[in-house]
């Protein structure tokens, strides 16, 4: 097989030292500032439970509006709102900029600091 060689290439992703492919999401919760790494697509409301805090939530079906959590940093990390979830937050007068509901909410990448006001 003369002529057949393989050779590396790294992916240049992986050289950058700031940016690695596999940092999996991170979900951090204040007041106690515990923490916790998801994979992506986890909901929040579990992410919350791997970090070790016990999570209000009522429905779990994104319609009565228990788990509404105010969201410090990281909303561009987080899926995108819902219609059914936007209602639900109108109803409870929570601004879908700041909140989100923890039972339909995946964290799909980055940081994602939540603030708990139970």
């Not at 790294?10 to 700031?18: E, K, L, N, R, S």
Request: hydrophobic residues 35%; proline residues 8%.
């Amino acid at each position: 097989m003369a002529g057949h060689y393989l050779i590396h290439q790294p992916d240049a992703v992986t050289h950058d030292p700031f940016v690695s492919p596999h940092i999996m999401p991170k979900v951090t919760l204040l007041p106690g500032g515990q923490s916790a790494e998801v994979p992506s697509g986890t909901l929040l409301l579990d992410a919350g439970e791997q970090a070790g805090v016990e999570m209000e939530a009522g429905c779990f079906n994104c319609s009565c509006g228990t788990c509404a959590v105010e969201i410090a940093s990281g909303m561009e990390n987080l899926d995108p709102p819902t219609d059914e979830e936007l209602n639900v937050l109108d109803q409870w007068n929570k601004d879908p900029d700041k909140y989100r509901l923890t039972c339909c909410v995946k964290i799909q990448k980055g940081d994602v600091v939540i603030r708990l006001e139970h």
